[in-house]
Each structure stands twice: as structure tokens, then as C-alpha cells.
């Protein structure tokens, strides 16, 4: 299994602001792979320079393991995290239109618009302008055209943005679809349970800098059981000045802590159970999300 | 080159130009501006002549009858006065009250205030030289009315009197009215000699392709604005260049504007075909078919040059609000050319409009306006021709390279530093 996105050391600023520092990291193909991070962290940057749209200040791009190239580029489908479509288009012309310049003839365009359109449910839309179409459903139709010339690399910048439950379900199902065919998917999130759920690998970025990289699995096990979920009933800021702890996410009647390296969770547990009344108190493999608040926050610290 | 200048390859250029064309032609704005604008323009130059004839009683229609009084204290040179205008001008006026030998001016003046008459004449005695008269009209009569016909009139009848006066006989001074008889024939001049009506054929280029680029150089810059904002632009630079985009925009809305000049050519060939003579007169106008090629050549380049200039300034800011004084500033030249015209006219070989006529911003009219006046050296023909195609070429490839980093900034209006500095970006 070779790499399809390779990024070496790369580097953007835009003026005085860098956007991306020195981040490297590799994609393996027919792999999902979560480029997460917050607002403003760099995501859509990085995903900009993967195809070419941004070239990096320094540092080497390198897709399907070559350095972007026209060719590469038309292997590549890209949906953007706002509207990419002509508006005042039909939805048919949009797919065609786009499919043309992948490189399809107008009948295959013709028939893949068809085709999509149909899976989508949206059929009836065919003819009508982008613009009459509500938000979900233009999402849909940029979604159907970033895969219309049926691309080996799906880039996705904040593909469930806009969409409901129902509509970011129908898409996850399309995406788990596209990964059995062996397709190298990208997409760029803040919903770390979309995520969690999808990706095999991920790379959490903050301040244009990666936090953390890998497999997911691998990530989640090296944080080790770290991590302690305690309902109780007790006094507020139940251990807010423990030395055992170095996160703690404060529900109310439920809080989470992360353990600190080294501390013993059971001297934890006599610390608890000293300050308040417990009715649970479990030692857990972390979510994503508290990965995520953990790393990105304490660099906030 | 760099990725975002590239031209090449064509196919993606033709794709876009398809796409703006085909997107517009059925649009109910360009049905419009192409059948109704003409009729709309025929009627906004006919209906003030039309109108002008109806006003000064040169058509058929019935001739316009003043009404005048004429009032002073010689009330046979009264007489002989309203005696004349009927003679020199029959039907034309009537006279009311000429024999008033005491003249109330005020009561004369109250008559022309409440309209009872359109004017009146006081004429002093004819006895006495020199007769004085005074023509009194209300302010709301377009020119000077009836001012020229009266003065003759009186003139007329006062120095017939003088005449009588001093023994010569009547039939005499008819005789002497009728000494000199002139009249004004026109001759033909050859076309190819008549400058001036040459020029016609390079005004009507000149404002073709201000047309043309107040309507559709506008519509380029929009619809680069649009594509920006829209961020299809991202999703398109996966696989077209932005020289492709820009290339394809440009042909696209400019083969609009062509199929709007050749509907406007064709209507009005159909137009010119019911009137008889009205093909010649428009060869005699500088429209020959060496003249209609050039017209098609220098058009198409002129208009691919503008219109570049205005995807780059489309491609350079995020809003037409922003954009807005930019659409100004690129017709300048433009501009320039009209003042330029009169020269070109004077000293087509002056030094001033050789170079305008190489210069690619003035040279599609101004070398045009050389080939109708005179016979340029071939090479400088050339010349200005190869100077526009390579100037619309790299406008294209500069507007390229700045919707290539222009896509990249949002929201933030650049300086003009700014976007020469867009030019060394990679």
C-alpha cells in the first residue's frame, strides 16, 4: 500500500499571518483519513496545498507519489467548505460542465449527472437553477461534483456543514461506499464524532502545526487508559485543584478528567471519594473529542 | 510560463466559452438588447427630426399661420407692410389690426400675453430715414419666429415707398427685387476623396466597441467577480488553469458581443435593402468590404484587449462595488481615442497618431480611422495588429496570474501594490 498525499516540511504564510508551519504528514491509499483541528488551525491551507490550488512557501506536495501536475490534479475530487457551483446553472449543466473538464465526453457527463442526481434523490432537480435548490440539497450536488469523473483522491473540506442527520448519514454511507472501492478519502472536520466514526487515520493541527498524527486506533491506545469519568454528587469543582489531573471537563453532576503521566488512578479514586459521593467512577480509552480538547487545549494553556 | 498563465491547451478554454455563451444567448436581456435597443435607437435619432420638421412647417403638413399686428403712425406703409408679407408669403400670416395709427403698445403687449397674437410690429414713419421698426414676441416662441420674414417684409415695402417718393416708377423697383436670382446646387464628390464621411464607418466602430465593452467587458469582470465569490474558482482550478478560465470567459462573452453586432449588421443590411439608394450611400459612408474585414479584425482585438483588463480587475477585487471605479479608468483611452479623432483627421501621419495607432489601448480605432482617411504603410498595419493580438494575449495571461492569486485572498480589498505584487507570485 504506497502513499497517496505526501506533505514534506511545508510552509504558507500569507503576509505576516502563517497559516501553516513546518507540517508534515503522509496518506496511505484507500485509507480515510480526518484532518481535524479547530477553527482557523490551517485545515482548509493544508487542504488547499494538496491540490494545488495553494503553493506552499517551502516545503514538497506530492500526490499519487509525484509532485502536482494537471494529470495528477484530474484524479482529484475537491469539495470546498462553502458553495462551488454556478448558481445561476442548472444542476445538470453544473455536473456536466464540471465532468467536461475532468476530462469526461459531454455523453458521459450527460449519463454520470443522471446517475448521481439519482442517488442523491434529487432527480426531479435535474433542470432547476443551484440556486433554487436549498442548502442540503446544493451540498449534495457538490458532492456528486467532486465525484463525477469518479476520482482516486476525495478531498472534502467540511463535507456535513449544512447538512441534517438524515442527508450527513446518506453521505457517510457514500463515503464508507467509495472507501470499499478502494478510494484515498481526505475530508476536513471539526465534528470530531463524524470522525471518530469514519477515519482510519487522523491529523489533529493547531496554529498551522500538527498535534497529533497516525493511525486512530494507534492514537487512542498510546493515550493509554488516561482518561476517568466520575458522576458523583457533591460540592462544585470537584478537583479542580488536584495535582493527579491535567484536564478536567466539568459537566455539572458528570466530569472528566485526564489523568497526568505517572499519576496512580487509585489515589485519584481516594481523593474523589473523600471530597464527594460517587455513583460511577471508570477508567476509559479516550474519545477523539477529548483527544482533541486535551491536546488543543493545553496548548492553549 | 507559469501553471496559472498557461493558454494551452484549448480544449478547457472552449469548454468555458461554451458554457458563458451558450448560459446568455437565451437570456431575456440579450434578446432584448439585441432586437429592441436598435428599433429603441432608430426612434431616439428619427423622432427629433420628425419632430423638428413638424415644429418649422417644412413637411406637408399645414404650415404654422402667425398672427401679427402691425401698428404705427404711417398707416400706408402699415398697409404696403401686410400688402408684402401676403405677396412674398401667402397663408403664412395674419394681420390683425395693421391700421391702428396710434399704437398702444401696452394694450398690443397684453394681446400677446393673453395669446390673442403672436406678435406685433411697430414701423416708424416711412417718410423719414431710416425707418426704424420693432418686432415684440412672446419668450415662448422657439428661435426668432417670424423675425427674418417680417424684416423683409418691411424692408420691402419701405424702400418702395422711398421709390415712389423720389419719381421712379413702381414696376421698377420690382425690377431691381428681381436683379439678382441665386440659388444653391450640391455636386457629388467620390467617396474615396470625402474624408469626413469615411469617418463614419470609424464612429460607428468607436461606438460599437464602447457598447460593447460598457455591456459585455462589464459582464467578463462579473462574471470573474461571481466565480471568485462563489468559490467555484477552487473547485475549477482542480482541473483547468485560471489562463483557461480567463481565456474561456473572455471568448465566451466576446463571441456574445460579436453575435449581437452581426444581429444588428444583419437587420440593418435588411433595413438599408427597403430603402432605395441606401446601399450606396452606405458604401459612399466608408463601408466597403475591405473596410467591414478590418472593422471585424480590429473590433475582435480591441475588445479581447479591454476585455482582459476587465477579468483582471474582476479577478483583483471581491466585489463589483469594489471593482466599480476601475470600469471608468479602462474606458479611458478609450475616451482619449474620440478627442484623438480630429487630429487623426488633420495629420493622419503625425507622430501623436502613428503611435496611437500602435498603441494597443487607442490603436483599434485610431488605426482604423487611418486606414479610412488615407493609405498607412503596410507595416505599421502589421504591426499594430500583431501589437494588439499579443497585448490581448498577455492581458489574459496578467488577469490570469492575478484571479490565480486573487482566489487565494478573500474578503480583504487590495492595494494596487498589492496586486502588482500578485504578479511575482508563483
Known amino acids: 500500500m504506497g502513499t497517496t498525499v505526501d506533505l514534506d516540511c511545508v510552509r504558507k504564510a500569507y503576509d505576516s499571518t502563517v497559516a501553516v508551519e513546518n507540517l508534515s504528514f503522509a496518506l496511505n491509499s484507500g485509507e480515510v483519513f480526518g484532518l481535524l483541528g479547530p477553527n482557523g488551525a490551517g485545515k482548509t491551507s493544508t487542504i488547499r496545498m494538496m491540490i494545488g490550488i495553494v503553493i506552499p512557501d517551502s516545503g514538497a506536495v506530492r500526490i499519487f507519489g509525484n509532485p502536482i501536475s494537471r494529470a495528477a490534479l484530474r484524479r482529484v475530487g475537491y469539495l470546498p467548505e462553502e458553495r462551488g457551483l454556478f448558481r445561476r446553472m442548472t444542476v445538470r449543466d453544473n455536473l456536466m460542465l464540471l465532468g467536461e473538464l475532468a476530462g469526461l465526453g459531454a455523453s458521459d457527463a450527460l449519463r454520470r449527472a443522471r446517475e448521481w442526481t439519482a442517488r442523491l434523490g434529487l432527480e426531479e432537480w435535474i433542470s432547476r437553477r443551484v440556486e433554487e435548490l436549498s442548502r442540503g440539497m446544493q451540498q449534495k450536488i457538490q458532492f456528486a461534483a467532486a465525484l463525477i469523473h469518479e476520482p482516486d483522491l476525495i478531498v472534502l473540506d467540511e463535507p456535513f456543514s449544512g447538512l441534517d442527520p438524515v442527508n450527513a448519514n446518506s453521505l457517510k454511507e457514500i463515503l464508507l461506499e467509495l472507501k470499499r472501492e478502494g478510494r484515498t478519502i481526505v475530508l476536513s472536520t471539526h465534528r470530531m464524532d463524524h470522525a471518530e466514526k469514519l477515519c482510519d487515520a487522523i491529523c489533529l493541527v493547531d496554529h498551522g502545526r500538527v498535534v497529533v498524527e497516525g493511525g486512530l486506533r494507534e492514537i487512542k491506545s498510546n493515550y493509554g487508559k488516561r482518561f476517568v469519568q466520575i458522576e458523583y454528587q457533591g460540592p462544585p469543582g470537584l478537583l479542580a485543584d488536584s495535582p493527579l489531573i491535567d484536564s478536567r471537563n466539568d459537566y455539572g453532576n458528570y466530569l472528566e478528567v485526564g489523568l497526568k503521566p505517572g499519576a496512580d488512578s487509585q489515589e485519584l479514586l481516594r481523593e474523589v471519594s473523600a471530597a464527594a459521593r460517587l455513583s460511577r467512577f471508570e477508567l476509559m480509552e479516550p474519545s477523539l473529542e477529548q483527544i482533541f480538547i486535551d491536546r488543543v487545549g493545553r496548548r492553549d494553556a | ?426
Open chain 2, 1 to 426: 510560463m507559469p501553471e496559472g498563465a498557461r493558454i494551452i491547451p484549448i480544449r478547457n478554454a472552449l469548454l468555458f466559452a461554451r458554457h458563458e455563451y451558450l448560459q446568455r444567448v437565451p437570456t431575456l436581456s440579450f434578446i432584448f438588447s439585441t432586437l429592441v435597443l436598435p428599433a429603441i435607437f432608430v426612434a431616439i435619432i428619427w423622432l427629433p427630426t420628425v419632430a423638428a420638421r413638424r415644429i418649422s412647417g417644412l413637411s406637408t403638413a399645414p404650415a404654422r399661420r402667425w398672427k401679427i399686428a402691425i401698428a404705427g403712425p404711417d398707416t400706408a406703409l402699415n398697409a404696403d407692410v401686410a400688402r408684402a408679407l401676403d405677396d412674398k408669403y401667402p397663408g403664412e400670416f395674419q394681420i390683425a389690426d395693421h391700421l391702428a395709427a396710434a399704437p398702444s403698445s401696452k394694450s398690443l403687449a397684453a394681446q400677446v400675453r393673453s395669446g390673442q397674437i403672436d406678435g406685433y410690429v411697430t414701423i416708424s414713419d416711412g417718410a423719414r430715414m431710416p425707418v426704424t421698426a420693432e418686432f415684440t414676441r412672446p419668450d415662448s416662441i422657439l428661435g426668432d419666429g417670424p423675425a427674418t420674414e417680417l424684416k423683409y417684409a418691411v424692408w420691402l415695402a419701405a424702400t418702395e415707398g422711398w421709390m415712389t417718393r423720389h419719381g421712379l416708377p413702381e414696376t421698377s423697383a420690382a425690377r431691381i427685387f428681381n436683379i439678382v436670382d441665386f440659388k444653391t446646387v450640391t455636386v457629388k464628390v467620390a467617396p474615396s476623396r470625402h474624408k469626413e464621411s469615411r469617418l463614419a464607418a470609424v464612429v460607428v466602430l468607436m461606438m460599437v466597441m464602447f457598447f460593447s465593452l460598457l455591456t459585455y467587458g462589464v459582464m467578463v469582470m462579473r462574471a470573474v467577480l461571481e466565480e471568485k465569490n462563489s468559490r467555484v474558482a477552487e473547485v475549477l482550478m482542480c482541473s483547468t488553469t485560471a489562463g483557461e478560465l480567463m481565456a474561456g470567459k473572455v471568448l465566451g462573452i466576446g463571441a456574445l458581443g460579436v453575435t449581437q453586432v452581426t444581429a444588428w449588421a444583419i437587420l440593418g443590411a435588411l433595413f438599408a435593402s427597403q430603402i432605395p439608394g441606401a446601399f450606396s450611400t452606405i458604401v459612399a459612408m466608408g463601408f466597403g468590404i475591405g473596410t467591414l474585414v478590418w472593422f471585424v479584425i480590429f473590433y475582435v482585438l480591441g475588445y479581447l484587449v479591454y476585455s482582459a483588463m476587465y477579468a483582471a480587475v474582476g479577478a483583483a477585487f471581491n466585489s463589483s462595488d469594489e471593482a466599480q471605479q476601475w470600469n471608468f479608468i479602462i474606458m479611458l483611452p478609450l475616451i482619449a481615442t474620440a478627442a484623438l479623432l480630429n487630429v487623426a483627421i488633420a495629420r493622419p501621419s503625425s507622430l501623436l497618431i502613428v503611435a496611437g495607432s500602435i498603441f494597443p489601448l487607442t490603436s483599434p480605432v485610431l488605426m482604423y480611422a487611418r486606414m479610412a482617411i488615407g493609405h498607412p504603410p503596410i507595416w505599421q498595419v502589421a504591426l499594430s495588429v500583431a501589437v494588439l493580438a499579443a497585448t490581448a494575449y498577455l492581458a489574459i495571461a496578467v488577469s490570469a496570474r492575478i484571479y490565480r492569486v486573487g482566489i487565494l485572498m478573500y474578503g480583504k480589498r487590495p492595494t494596487v501594490q498589492e496586486v502588482i505584487r500578485w504578479l511575482h507570485y508563483a
